[in-house]
């Protein structure tokens, strides 16, 4: 299955990405390995993600980490997975 970022979780993840390293540079290196790295496992994964909360589409499931949400899509019929977004987490 192939893993493809919108323009939008691209943006959302580079401005997120530069905020912390702004603060923290150590933290949000290892914040982005270890989010790349579930990112990547994702395929073989989809069992135990959610449907999105913030969608009508059974098709949009919501990966959450770290206090963020990262809507994505996964398209069965061309075995891809679409992230949406990626956004903080409402407490």
Do not use: W
Request: contains cysteine; glycine residues 2%; neutral net charge.
């Amino acid at each position: 299955m192939k893993i493809l970022c919108s323009d939008t979780f691209t943006q959302q993840y580079k401005a997120l990405l530069e905020e912390y390293s702004q603060i923290d540079y150590e933290a949000i290196k290892r914040y982005k390995v270890y989010l790349d790295t579930v990112i990547l496992n994702m395929p073989t994964k989809l069992a135990k993600f959610k449907n999105s909360s913030f969608f009508d589409d059974e098709s949009i499931y919501d990966l959450e980490h770290q206090g963020h949400i990262i809507p994505f899509y996964k398209d069965e019929k061309n075995q891809t997975i679409l992230l949406l977004g990626l956004f903080k987490k409402q407490k």
